[in-house]
Structures are given as structure tokens and as C-alpha cells.
């Protein structure tokens, strides 16, 4: 017996739970929503952990719209008093710990966030919510790396592609997959899922290629890249991914999945020389910025591709991404020019140097 629709159209959100807002994709996110829906109110949830900052929050469309709460995702009670005491009728969830690197050399915290923390959200929804649920949400965003990886001629992943993670990080975040889905098949909860490539725009912690290669490259430090770099990304700009999951909470269907890629794939060592292209251009040194690119000792299990196949998100709900990679870049480092405050702030993070150098200074030593 079905306990809703099989298609909801035009999704009316009033309250909307935001996991992970004060992070990368989830803070661009709090901004996309406080424009689109102009009468509800975004309730953020966030630990703030090193890659969450409330510097991202600031400046909001709307700030009398949004309640930020610090906490923890996998306090089950702290969740339940908020769907409780707020009016919640969607949940879109954001956090997670989302660096491969930080997994292979210390995966608990992935596990513990991103695998106890989804469990705790799905269940205190499912408490909370009831089984009157024809007017709730719960939307989870993943990734395409639970997918593996592809070779340089094999199709793109698509929402049928058997699940093959290889990293810490992604056998977490596939493993949050399969309880999402667990629930909207044993508890009838009406969930959605995205899983999108890589993401890359404003606020983004610097941590990630691009930031990293960004305020690297404006501080005259060595621009370090894996290997040979010649891994393929389908890269995608963080406003066309906030628009994805906006129609796929509010018009997908229920139980489904979504994938959602920019359609800019190249190599690594081509992304980051068109990052030093664009710096050479906006503020050039007495040297080309590419003098600074030096190759380190790969990472382990380093996936060679991946590769969104995007069909179905197009085909249902209209979305095809806007940002073509040259353009997305060059508002990116552009963005990091005109925001030296937040790049300050993002550089003075507590522990960064000290990954830094454990992470990219032992693969130096080792090549």
C-alpha cells in the first residue's frame, strides 16, 4: 500500500532543516533557499567543525529568516527537540565529513558523521514525523565517488551504476546512501537523493583542489599535485548543484535518485593550469603562476575518473547546469580576490597548516 503519492509537485516549504549549513556547498545552499522560497524560515544545523565557519553565513538575503543552531547531528535528542519544537517539514542533508585525504588517514570521523549522523536524522524523523508525512521532505546529498572509478572511455555513471567505492570517504557516504534508502522503502519516509561530482565556488574550504591552488598560488607557495595529474573530474559550479537539489526536494519523486554533473571534464594538471591562466591575467607576479606547480606522490586508491551522466535529472525536472568551467573559475578566483578577509579567516582555521604539511609536505619527502 502506498502512504503518498508517487509524485509530488511544488513542494511548499515553510521550515527547512539545513544540516551542514555553515559548510562549503551547505552555506551557498541557505543563500539559494532564503531568495527562492521568500516566506519560509531555514533552521541550520551545524558542529562547526574546522570546514564549517559562521564567516560563511554572513551577509544573508534574509537573516531574519534563518536560525542557526550549533550541534551535532548524531545527538538524536538535540534533533528530536528541533523537529519537535519548529514546525519542520523538510530536511536537506548537508553534513558530512567530505575529504578523501582526511579518510585514509583517519576514517572514524567519517563514519561517525556520516554514517551514525544520517542513521540519527532518519530516525528522528521517522519518530517525529509520524506516518502523516504527505506534506515532509527528507533530501540527502551524496556523491558520485560511491560509484568508483571509470576509465578514460567508459560511459558516465548514471543512477543504475552498481555502487563500488574505494576510499574511506565514499564507502561512508554510500553506506548513508543505502540506509536513506532503507528507510523510504521499510518506513515509507519520503526521501530524495543527489549525487553530484565535484563542487567548487565560493566558500569552499581550502582544503579542496581549487581553494588550495588559489590561495597557494597568491601566497607564492608550491601548487602540489598528485602524481602525474592526469585524473579526470566532472567539475561542477556550487550555485548550478544548490539549484539541482532545490527541484529535486520540491519537484522530484519520491524514493528516487538524481544525478547531477557540470559537464566540464578535464585532467587535474589542466584544471590547475587554467586557474594559474586566469591569476596570470587578474594579478600577475613577476613569474608565471604554473612555475609554482610541483608533482607529489600520488594519494592511495586515487580513483582515474569519474563522470556524471545527468540525463534524468534533465529529463524530469528541467535542470542542465549553466556554468561552463571557464566561467565558473573565473568568478571563483575572482570571488577569492575580492574576499582577502575570508581567506584570512579560512587560512587561520585551527590545524590547517598542520595538515598542510602532514598531508602534502611527507608526499614531497616520499616522491
Given amino acids: 500500500m502506498d502512504f503518498f503519492p508517487t509524485m509530488q509537485l511544488g513542494l511548499i516549504m515553510k521550515n527547512i532543516l539545513v544540516t551542514g549549513g555553515a559548510g562549503f556547498i551547505g552555506s551557498n545552499f541557505v543563500r539559494y533557499l532564503l531568495k527562492a522560497e521568500q516566506n519560509a524560515h531555514v533552521y541550520n544545523l551545524d558542529a562547526l567543525t574546522y570546514a564549517g565557519s559562521l564567516e560563511n553565513l554572513r551577509n544573508l538575503p534574509d537573516d531574519s529568516r534563518h536560525t ?31 575529504h578523501v585525504d582526511r579518510s585514509i588517514l583517519g576514517p572514524a570521523p567519517f563514519m561517525q558523521t556520516n554514517v551514525l549522523g544520517t542513521f540519527t536524522l532518519l530516525e528522528a524523523a521517522r519518530q517525529v514525523w509520524g506516518r502523516e ?40 557516504k554510500a553506506s548513508s546512501d543505502h540506509l536513506v534508502r532503507a528507510y523510504f522503502h521499510t518506513y515509507q519516509l519520503p526521501v530524495t537523493i543527489t549525487n553530484c561530482s565535484n563542487n567548487y565556488g565560493a566558500y569552499q574550504f581550502p582544503e579542496k583542489l581549487i581553494p588550495l591552488m588559489i590561495m597557494n598560488a597568491l601566497q607564492g607557495k608550491p601548487l602540489p599535485v598528485y602524481g602525474d ?9 556550487v550555485e548550478d548543484h544548490c539549484e539541482a537539489i532545490y527541484l529535486a526536494l520540491t519537484k ?5 535518485t ?4 557540470g559537464n ?21 607576479m613577476q613569474k608565471p603562476y604554473a612555475s609554482f606547480i610541483e608533482h607529489v606522490t600520488d594519494r592511495p586508491g586515487h580513483d582515474s575518473r ?16 549553466s556554468y561552463t568551467i571557464e566561467r565558473g573559475l573565473r568568478e571563483t578566483v575572482e570571488w577569492h580576490l575580492s574576499n582577502s578577509a575570508w581567506v584570512k579567516s579560512g587560512l587561520a582555521r585551527a590545524g590547517y597548516d598542520d595538515w598542510l604539511d602532514t598531508n602534502y609536505q611527507r608526499r614531497k619527502e616520499e616522491l
Fill in 68 to 98: 542557526f543552531i550549533e550541534g551535532n547531528i548524531c545527538n538524536l535528542e538535540l534533533i528530536q527537540t528541533l523537529l519537535h519544537n519548529y514546525p519542520i517539514d523538510s530536511i536537506v542533508h548537508f553534513a558530512a565529513e567530505s
Fill in 133 to 172: 508525512r504527505s506534506d515532509k521532505r527528507f533530501h540527502h546529498v551524496s556523491t558520485d565517488e560511491v560509484f568508483g572509478s571509470l576509465s578514460a572511455h567508459e560511459a558516465a555513471f548514471t543512477e543504475s551504476t552498481p555502487y563500488d567505492p574505494r576510499s574511506p570517504y565514499s564507502a561512508s
Fill in 229 to 237: 595529474g592526469l585524473q579526470i573530474r566532472d567539475w561542477l559550479y
Fill in 252 to 256: 522530484g519523486t519520491r524514493g528516487e
Fill in 258 to 261: 538524481y544525478n547531477v554533473g
Fill in 264 to 284: 566540464n571534464q578535464l585532467t587535474n594538471i589542466e584544471l590547475v593550469k587554467k586557474i594559474c591562466e586566469i591569476l596570470d591575467e587578474l594579478q600577475p
Fill in 306 to 321: 569519474y563522470a556524471m551522466d545527468s540525463t534524468k535529472i534533465k529529463n524530469e525536472l528541467g535542470w542542465t547546469p
